[in-house]
C-alpha cells in the first residue's frame, strides 16, 4: 500500500519514533511524577526531556506545555476554559469540526455565540474579514492554520495582531499544519493546539496544548496530579492542571523524538519536499479531463494538501477504487462540512492527496497512472 493519506496521520513512522516508543515501553514503565523510587524519577525525567523539546518547537515555556489526548481535546480545552456565558468567538469558514461542534454545544449551553469570518485568497481581506466580525463581546478568536480540505494557509500572524491590539484570545489550530509550516507563540497567538501524529510524527493518541499563560483556562476534567493531594481543589498551575490522572507516557515520549526528528530535518525542508511532490501530483491532475480539482494552482497559498474528483464519482467510491489499486488517500467530508459548502463539494465531499516526508516523486506518478486509468474506466 503506497500512503498518501498523511493529512489524518502520518506514515511511516520515523525510526526515531519507533525506537523512543518500545524503549518507553520496556525502560519507564513507571508513573511519572507520582512516586519518588528510581523507576518513576526516571520516566519523569524523561518526560520533561519530551516536554523540553515541544515546548521549544512552539516557543514556549516548558511548563507551559501540556500534553493532551489529541488535538480536538486540547482545542476542547481551550476554547471552553476561555469562553464564558454569553460571550462571542470569532472562527473561519473552513474550520474542522473540533473547532465548530465546541462553538456549536457552547451556544446551546451557555449561550456562547460565534461569527464565522469568510476566507479568501486575499490575506488582508481575510484578516479584515475577522476584524469586522470581533465585538465588544468577542473573548476568542479561532483560526486554523492551514485548511485540512484544501489546505489553504490562513494569515495567523496578521489576525493575531488584531486580537492583540483588542485584547482578544487568538487561539490557533495547528492540527494541519505543524510541522510543515512555521508556527509559534508570540505575533498576538496565546494557545496553539496541536496533533502530535500529523506533521510532528509521533503517535496517534498525543496532542499538546501550548499556551503563553496570558489567559486562565477552566478545567474540563479534574483528578489526581500527582501534585497537592491533600487538596480537593485542581491545581492553578500548569501543566498538571490539565493533566489529571496518568498521561500517555510512551506517547508523550516518542511524540518527543518525532518532534526532534521535524526539527532536525527542518520544517522548511519538509516543506519543499511536500510541495513539490504536490506541484507533481497537481500537474498530473490536471491532464486528465475528467479530474475536478478545486484551485487553479498549487502555490505558496497552501499546505501539501490537494482536494481533487474522478468524474461524477463519489469521493469514498473514487478512495475505495484507489486502495484496490494500492494507494492509501480519504475520501468523504473530513470532519469540516463548511470547507465542502465553500469549494462546492457539499454533495459528494472530496478525495485528498496529502504526502509526507517519506513520500516519493515514484509513488506520485504511480498515483497519477492510477487516477488516470479510474477516469478511463468511468468516462
Known amino acids: 500500500m503506497i500512503y498518501f493519506d498523511n493529512a489524518a496521520t502520518t506514515y511511516p513512522k520515523p525510526p526515531a519514533v519507533i525506537a523512543a516508543m518500545s524503549r518507553a515501553l520496556v525502560r519507564y514503565g513507571a508513573n511519572p511524577g507520582r512516586a519518588g523510587h528510581a523507576m518513576s524519577l526516571e520516566t519523569s525525567d524523561a518526560v520533561y526531556a519530551a516536554r523540553e523539546k515541544c515546548a521549544r518547537f512552539f516557543g514556549a515555556e516548558v511548563e507551559n506545555t501540556v500534553f493532551m489526548p489529541n488535538c480536538t481535546f486540547a482545542l476542547n480545552t481551550a476554547i471552553k476554559g476561555v469562553l464564558t456565558e454569553n460571550s462571542h468567538a470569532v472562527a473561519s469558514d473552513i474550520e474542522h469540526n473540533a473547532v465548530l461542534r465546541p462553538l456549536y454545544a457552547l451556544s446551546r449551553s451557555t449561550g456562547v455565540s460565534y461569527s464565522l469570518a469568510p476566507t479568501s485568497d486575499d490575506d488582508d481581506e481575510t484578516a479584515a474579514n475577522f476584524e469586522r466580525l470581533i465585538n465588544r463581546r468577542t473573548k476568542a478568536v479561532i483560526c486554523t492554520l492551514a485548511g485540512n480540505v484544501t489546505g489553504k494557509i490562513l494569515p495567523v500572524e496578521k489576525i493575531g495582531n488584531i486580537c ?52 486562565r483556562l477552566k478545567t474540563l476534567v479534574e483528578g489526581g496530579t500527582g501534585s497537592l493531594s491533600k487538596e480537593l481543589s485542581q491545581p492553578e498551575f500548569l501543566p498538571d492542571r490539565f493533566e489529571s490522572g496518568t498521561i500517555n507516557t510512551a506517547g508523550a515520549i516518542s511524540l518527543g523524538a518525532g518532534v526532534y526528528f521535524v526539527t532536525s530535518k527542518g520544517t522548511d525542508a519538509i516543506l519543499r519536499h ?49 486502495s484496490e489499486a494500492g494507494f492509501a488517500l480519504r475520501g468523504g467530508f473530513h470532519c469540516a462540512y463548511p470547507a465542502h459548502v465553500k469549494i462546492g463539494t457539499s454533495d459528494r465531499g472530496a478525495v485528498r492527496f496529502s504526502p509526507s516526508v517519506f513520500s516519493t516523486m515514484t509513488e506520485v506518478n504511480s498515483l497519477i497512472r492510477a487516477v488516470s486509468r479510474i477516469a478511463a474506466r468511468n468516462e
Open 164 to 215: 492583540r491590539e483588542k485584547g482578544v484570545c487568538f487561539i490557533v489550530d495547528a492540527a494541519q499544519g505543524a510541522g510543515v509550516l512555521p508556527i509559534k507563540l508570540g505575533s498576538g497567538i496565546n494557545i496553539i493546539c496541536a496533533a502530535g501524529h500529523k506533521g510532528l510524527y509521533g503517535p496517534m493518541g498525543t496532542g499538546l496544548l501550548v499556551t503563553d499563560g496570558k489567559y
Open 274 to 322: 511536500e510541495r513539490m511532490l504536490c506541484e507533481r501530483f497537481f500537474a498530473g491532475m490536471k491532464k486528465q479531463p475528467s479530474v475536478r480539482l478545486y484551485s487553479d494552482t498549487f502555490d505558496e497559498r497552501f499546505a501539501p494538501v490537494i482536494p481533487f474528483n474522478i468524474g461524477d464519482l463519489p469521493a469514498e467510491t473514487a478512495s475505495e477504487m484507489l
